[in-house]
């Protein structure tokens, strides 16, 4: 069976809210998300007042990693913890991009301290940062030894499932 996809005509690419900007107009690939999914999906969150209450509240092995760092360093770990909470992916920012989340946090963590003395961290130390959320979260990163581990898994899944299912035509066979 074919399947079939309709394409609405519009006046302007601007009306056309399924249009992904990076793919020419011109272009015969299918368009599944759109631009505004795709920023939903993968863009830094955008959180409401009580989003950020939520995913910037600290537990206490998480007070205690935050405190024990430089302020400035400190507030970029709450900031990736929330977001990682949030979204399960890490984000590469500017700090105007996420300016109301860092008065945020600086208001509720660190009162009085000075928004203009917080700088991006060094490309080391997030990636520290970033091994820091997932151990707090109870994350891994997908080492080579991961990767080897799922590949088993996924073959013996693919045995056992051959092994049950006899009656299957062959091209849906896993």
Same mark, same amino acid.
């Given at each position: 069976?074919?399947?079939?996809?309709?394409?609405?005509?519009?006046? /302007?690419?601007?009306?056309? %809210?399924?249009?992904?900007?990076? +793919?020419?107009?011109?272009?015969?690939?299918? /368009?599944?998300?759109?631009?505004?999914? +795709?920023?939903?999906?993968?863009?830094?969150?955008?959180?409401?007042?009580?989003?950020?209450?939520?995913?910037?509240?600290?537990?206490? =092995?998480?007070?205690?990693?935050?405190? /024990?760092?430089?302020?400035?360093?400190?507030?970029?770990?709450?900031?990736?913890?929330?977001?990682?909470?949030?979204?399960?992916?890490?984000?590469?920012?500017?700090?105007?991009?996420?300016?109301?989340?860092?008065?945020?946090?600086?208001?509720?963590?660190?009162?009085?301290?000075? =928004?203009?003395?917080?700088?991006? =961290?060094?490309? %080391?130390?997030?990636?520290?940062?970033?091994?820091?959320?997932?151990?707090?979260?109870?994350?891994?990163?997908?080492?080579?030894?991961?990767?080897?581990?799922?590949?088993?898994?996924?073959?013996?899944?693919?045995?056992?499932?051959?092994?049950?299912?006899? /009656?299957? %035509?062959?091209?849906?066979? +896993?």
């Amino acid at each position: 069976m074919s399947a079939c996809v309709r394409r609405r005509h519009f006046r /302007s690419a601007d009306e056309d %809210p399924t249009r992904n900007s990076h +793919i020419p107009a011109d272009s015969h690939r299918l /368009s599944i998300l759109t631009q505004h999914e +795709i920023d939903e999906l993968y863009g830094l969150p955008r959180f409401t007042d009580e989003d950020r209450q939520t995913c910037f509240d600290l537990s206490e =092995p998480e007070r205690h990693a935050v405190h /024990s760092r430089t302020t400035s360093v400190a507030v970029h770990l709450t900031l990736q913890l929330g977001y990682f909470k949030a979204k399960r992916q890490f984000f590469d920012y500017d700090q105007d991009a996420v300016r109301d989340d860092l008065l945020h946090i600086l208001g509720r963590h660190f009162p009085g301290r000075n =928004p203009a003395a917080i700088n991006l =961290p060094s490309y %080391p130390t997030r990636r520290a940062l970033q091994h820091t959320v997932l151990e707090l979260l109870g994350f891994r990163l997908c080492d080579s030894s991961a990767r080897e581990e799922l590949e088993s898994r996924a073959s013996a899944s693919r045995c056992f499932r051959r092994s049950r299912s006899t /009656s299957c %035509p062959k091209h849906f066979s +896993i």
